[in-house]
């Protein structure tokens, strides 16, 4: 009998395995993360409490509903418990959403470049991926992205700020974007670094939803609330949206530990949110050292910058490593480093300035 592997969907042909940031290197000097945009501080003692007292029960099943969070979200966002819907990090509520709209034969338009999971999860699904281009300013080219509007198109990204040039896009030309798209055409606006916008100007996603029926926004506790390692995100959506993403979501896929760490850490958001404008300061400075040494660098929102360096990426990422930093490279177009510790900044810093004086 001749033996033959099981059958897969050929969808998954030639799709990339998601590539996390590189860990920071065991046994070097120093080593520090900028490659996964996480928060560098450790948790708060008040949201470890949470956690050490929910692993206590970790022999039985999560409540399935998240009532405890979905009932502090609502309440927190001014939003009903119905057009609400939690999943494992605002990337698991993405492939829902795929999956509650996409298959074989529709479109899925979003900017390139972008977020990696993007066309990742799209191929997954079976639908096609549309990628727009960004302006040369490396914005959403928010224009060409309706135009790319077909009757196939079910679903499109808005990646706000842009994971990785951590541009934005601002109200007005949000709203005509949406006023072109079809009322059947279902807008994410994916908004996993929100907290850390401090441009007036730009909307926030749950505002733009409260009358756009066809708008749904992720957010996520893995950024500014420093839960990476949990696992927990949301999604705000009208129905019958909300619903579908609770019909799809995986059975008990949000553990007990993390529904528990994301209340205490909306309890603790005061605390948290300062250490996030600490960041944003550190993001300003970087961002200022990084003009006065010659550097281009876009405006970011986020807790990253995006650093142009076409062939030499490679060997700019190398030069950081050796110093102490892990930074992610996108080959042949640039890279993307996390604002972390300030002593990690300075190296980063540091290893951008010597190199700007060989390239
Ligand atoms: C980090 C990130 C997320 C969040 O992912 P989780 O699954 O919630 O950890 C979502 N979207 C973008 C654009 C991101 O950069």
């Known amino acids: 009998m001749s033996e033959t592997s099981p059958k897969l969907r050929a969808e998954l042909d030639g ?22 945009n996480e928060n560098p501080y450790p948790p708060l003692p ?25 009932n502090e979200l609502a309440d927190r966002f001014g939003v009903p418990v119905t057009h609400l819907a939690t999943g494992t990090g605002s990337v698991g509520i993405a492939q829902s959403l795929l999956q509650s709209t996409s298959g074989p034969g529709d479109e899925v338009i979003y900017a390139w470049r972008s977020f990696e999971a993007y066309p990742i999860i799209t191929r997954i699904s079976g639908a096609k991926p549309v990628q727009v281009p960004l302006t040369a300013g ?48 279902l807008v994410v606006l994916d908004e996993a670094y929100r907290e850390f916008i401090r441009d007036a100007d730009v909307p926030d996603g749950i505002e733009v939803y409260r009358n756009r029926p066809n708008v749904a926004v992720l957010r996520t506790f893995s950024k500014a609330y420093g839960l990476a390692g949990l696992r927990v995100g949301f999604a705000v959506a009208h129905e019958p949206v909300a619903a579908a993403l609770r019909k799809t979501a995986v059975p008990f896929g949000v553990t007990q530990i993390a529904q528990d760490a994301a209340v205490a850490s909306l309890r603790a958001e005061d605390e948290l949110l300062g250490r996030v404008g600490s960041l944003i300061g550190e993001r300003a400075r970087v961002y200022d050292t990084l003009c006065r040494q010659g550097w281009t660098v876009p405006e970011t929102q986020a807790n990253f910058v995006w650093v142009r360096l ?13 110093a102490g930093v892990v930074v992610r490279p996108f080959a042949g177009e640039g890279v993307r480093v996390t604002i972390g510790e300030t002593e990690a900044n300075d190296i980063f810093l540091h290893t951008a300035e010597a190199f700007r004086k060989v390239l």
């Open 138 to 185: 490396d914005v959403h080219d928010l224009d060409a992205m309706a135009d790319a509007i077909t009757d196939r198109t079910r679903l499109i990204f808005v990646c706000n700020p842009n994971n990785p040039t951590g541009t934005v896009v601002r109200r007005a030309e949000l709203d005509r974007f949406l006023d072109r798209v079809p009322s059947d055409v």
């Open 310 to 322: 076409g062939d030499r990426t490679a060997d700019f990422a190398e030069a950081c490593e050796r």
């Open 46 to 70: 008040g949201v470890m409490d949470s956690v050490i007292a929910s692993a206590q029960g970790f022999n039985r099943y999560p409540d399935m509903a998240c009532t405890g969070l979905m």
């Open 15 to 36: 799709i990339p395995t998601y590539k996390p940031g590189k860990p920071a290197a065991a046994g070097g000097p120093v080593a520090y993360k900028l490659s996964s």
